[in-house]
C-alpha cells in the first residue's frame, strides 16, 4: 500500500511566520474522508481553457466546495476531531467539532490536496489572490478562530500563518455564510523554502475546541490592504505636553482592544498620544529595558519611507521606544538599550485608566525629514500589567493577533503624513 506523507506542524497559537517543528504522518495515521478517486469528465470541445474561471490564467480555484472526496484528510482519532458532511436547504457543508484541549490531541488538523491533488503553480499570482473561506457559527457569534493555515509543496516544505481577525471580512462569525479572506502573500513562502510552482496541500490546524461549519474554500482575487492605515496631522501648532489631549486635531484611531492612538507630525518631532484603557492604570515597578513587564506604551516605526513594509527584520532606520508609565515614568530605546533624556512625555489618569502624550524629536529620527504625502511603518503596543507585578497582555493596534511586532517590521500598520 501506498503511502501519503503529510508534513504536519506543531505550533504557538496565532503566531504568524514563525519557523516550525515537523511531524511526519503516515496514510495510516490519518482519515480520508472520500472513498474514491474523483476524475471531472471533460469532453475534447465541451470546454475551452479561455471559459473557465480563472485569475491570470490560474483555474484550480475551487479547494472545497460541497463534494468530499479523497482530495480531503483529517487527523484519524475521532475524539479530537468530528467532521460531518450535511445538507440543509440551500447548501452542502461541512459541520466540524474539535477539541485539542485533551490526551491524545496533540496536533488536531485536516488538509485539501485540492484539484485532484495535482501541483499547483501559484508562484505567479501569489500576490494577488487570497484563500477564501465561509464559515458560520452553529452558536454564538464570536470573531476568533482559533486556527493556523499551512500551505505545502511537493518536497513537505510548509509555510504557516495564523488566523487573524482582520482576515474576517466581517464584524463578527454569525449564524450566517460568513467569508474570511487570508491574504496568500503574508504566508512566509520564502523563508521556509516552499516551492510555488509545485503546491499540494492546504492544511488547516486547530487549537483550543469549538464547532464551526465551512461552506467552501476558494482562490479569490486580492484588492484590500495587509495592513491598518492612519494619518499624522501636520498642522503648523503643535500638540501641548499636559496630559489634555483637546488640541490634539489629528483623528484617533482605535485598537480593537479599545485604546486609541493619534499622531501629529512637525517639523521638529513625531507627537504620539495614547488613550488606554486600563482598571488598575500605571502599575510598573520594572527598570531599564524590562519596563515592557508592566504598565507601558511602546512604539515602533519607521523614518525611512522607501524600506519594503514586508521585511522581517530591522533596518537603521526602524525604531523600537518605550515608556515605562509607572510612578517613575521613563523612556526606552531597544535599539541602543539606553534611556531616552530627550524625549518629552505626560501621563495623566483618568476615570477608565490613563493618557499619555509623547513628543519624540528628531534627533532621535536620525535627522528624517518627511512631506506631506509620505508613508511609514508604525507600530504601537500597549503592556498592561496585572496585581502579581507583570505583565497580564500586550495590546497591539496592526498586529493584534499576533506578536512579534519587536523583531518583524512587517507586522507594523501605517502611517500617512497628511496634508
Not at 485536516?110 to 485532484?116: I, Q
Not at 493584534?400 to 511586532?405: A, C, I, L
Request: charged share 25%; proline share 4%; hydrophobic share 40%.
Amino acid at each position: 500500500m501506498k503511502q501519503l506523507l503529510l508534513i504536519l506542524v506543531f505550533s504557538p497559537l496565532l503566531l504568524l511566520a514563525q519557523d516550525f517543528p515537523t511531524h511526519t504522518i503516515n496514510m495510516e495515521e490519518v482519515n480520508v474522508l472520500g472513498k474514491k478517486l474523483r476524475f471531472k469528465k471533460v469532453g475534447l470541445y465541451d470546454e475551452s481553457f479561455a471559459d473557465r474561471p480563472n485569475i491570470k490564467g490560474f483555474s484550480q480555484l475551487e479547494i472545497f466546495t460541497d463534494a468530499v472526496t479523497d482530495e480531503v484528510w483529517t487527523v484519524k482519532n475521532a475524539t479530537c476531531i468530528g467532521i460531518q458532511p450535511e445538507t440543509d436547504t440551500k447548501d452542502a457543508f461541512l459541520k466540524i467539532n474539535w477539541n485539542k484541549d485533551q490526551d491524545g490531541c496533540d496536533w488536531v488538523g485536516m488538509g485539501f490536496g485540492w484539484d485532484m491533488w495535482s501541483a499547483k503553480d501559484m508562484a505567479y499570482i501569489k500576490d494577488t489572490i487570497a484563500i477564501e473561506l465561509e464559515v458560520r457559527s452553529t452558536g454564538k457569534p464570536f470573531t476568533n478562530l482559533p486556527w493556523a493555515f499551512g500551505i505545502e509543496d511537493y518536497a513537505n516544505r510548509q509555510a504557516w500563518l495564523g488566523y487573524n481577525t482582520a482576515f474576517l471580512m466581517a464584524k463578527e462569525i454569525t449564524n450566517e455564510w460568513t467569508k474570511v479572506q487570508i491574504p496568500f502573500s503574508l504566508f512566509p513562502f520564502d523563508e521556509n523554502e516552499v516551492d510555488l510552482t509545485s503546491v499540494k496541500q492546504l492544511i488547516i490546524q486547530f487549537f483550543s475546541e469549538g464547532k464551526v461549519e465551512i461552506n467552501s474554500i476558494k482562490i479569490v482575487p486580492f484588492t484590500g490592504k495587509l495592513r491598518q492605515e492612519t494619518t499624522a496631522s501636520t498642522s503648523k501648532v503643535s500638540p501641548k505636553m499636559d496630559g489634555d489631549l483637546s488640541d490634539w486635531k489629528a483623528p484617533f484611531t482605535e485598537f480593537e482592544s479599545g485604546h486609541s492612538f493619534a499622531v501629529h507630525y512637525s517639523n521638529d518631532s513625531l507627537f504620539v498620544a495614547v488613550k488606554v484603557e486600563d482598571q488598575s492604570p500605571r502599575v510598573n515597578e520594572q527598570t531599564g529595558s524590562n519596563l515592557w513587564n508592566g504598565d507601558a506604551i511602546e512604539i515602533a516605526f519607521s523614518t525611512n519611507t522607501k524600506a519594503d513594509p514586508k521585511r522581517k527584520f530591522f533596518l537603521l532606520s526602524d525604531q523600537h521606544i518605550g515608556i515605562n508609565c509607572g510612578a517613575n515614568p521613563y523612556a526606552w530605546d531597544w535599539k541602543e538599550s539606553l534611556e531616552l533624556k530627550t524625549i518629552d512625555f505626560k501621563i495623566q489618569n483618568n476615570a477608565t485608566g490613563y493618557t499619555a502624550e509623547i513628543a519624540i524629536p528628531y534627533k532621535q529620527l536620525y535627522k528624517t525629514t518627511l512631506k506631506s504625502g509620505d508613508k511609514i511603518g508604525f507600530e504601537i503596543a500597549v503592556d498592561l500589567n496585572t496585581t502579581e507585578q507583570k505583565r497580564q497582555r500586550q495590546d497591539r493596534w496592526n498586529s493584534h493577533n499576533t506578536e512579534g511586532f519587536h523583531l518583524s517590521p512587517g507586522k507594523w500598520g501605517e502611517v500617512e503624513i497628511g496634508f
